[in-house]
């Protein structure tokens, strides 16, 4: 029966490769601008933290009015800003293929005011949702519908992290793109999935 399923399995293995999709990369043609602007939001479990996030949103020529594009919420990895290269590289490549694209530092990192709380559904949710409310959705060059700006996520690392808690909460999210992020806290802090003999941080994978 093995010897079967193995034959079968190379015989199929030709076909497969010749069926399997291939994507040609293309470059990106589309000019844009820059805007960098300070964001005051209000946070916190009784929306009594106030703070200012540090954004740069970049519109491509083909958005206006009369053609509105979706846009793309993005913030950084651990420690960095909305400056890293990461970020940059990725925020103009999504621009250039015609995104209205939104950066932001995220509380407590970088120019942004605030502390740093993980990704927060109280404090770093409530400050994303914000910022699409204050600086997309008044735009008209940004796709709307009957729930607001259309919006996706990318990012990787602590930028990967907030993408699902955002999503969860806030339907104007339609997609999120993830990477190199986590799934639990333990494992996080315990990289490799090794406790540490006398980890303070009491985690166990027992």
């Not at 404090?123 to 949702?129: E, F, T």
């Not at 735009?139 to 259309?150: T, Y």
Request: contains cysteine.
């Amino acid at each position: 029966m093995k010897l079967l399923a193995v034959a079968a399995v190379l015989a199929l293995t030709p076909t497969s490769l010749a069926l399997a999709d291939t994507v040609t990369p293309a470059a990106g043609t589309h000019a844009f601008t820059t805007t960098d602007a300070m964001v005051a939001v209000v946070d916190g479990p009784g929306n009594t933290h106030q703070a200012t996030i540090d954004t740069r949103l970049y519109v491509p020529d083909n958005a206006s009015a009369t053609k509105p594009q979706p846009a793309i919420l993005m913030t950084h990895g651990f420690g960095l800003s909305k400056l890293a290269g990461e970020v940059v590289a990725s925020a103009t490549f999504l621009a250039r293929h015609g995104y209205v694209v939104l950066t932001y530092t995220a509380q407590g990192f970088g120019s942004s005011s605030g502390c740093v709380t993980l990704q927060s559904r109280t404090y770093d949710v409530k400050d994303a949702q914000q910022l699409i409310t204050k600086v997309l959705d008044p735009r008209k060059d940004v796709l709307h519908d009957a729930n607001g700006s259309v919006v996706g996520m990318v990012g990787g690392s602590y930028g990967g992290g907030i993408q699902a808690n955002v999503a969860e909460n806030d339907k104007r999210i339609h997609a999120i793109s993830p990477s190199r992020t986590w799934n639990t806290l333990q494992y996080s802090l315990n990289p490799n999935n090794r406790v540490v003999p006398g980890d303070p941080t009491g985690f166990s994978h027992a």
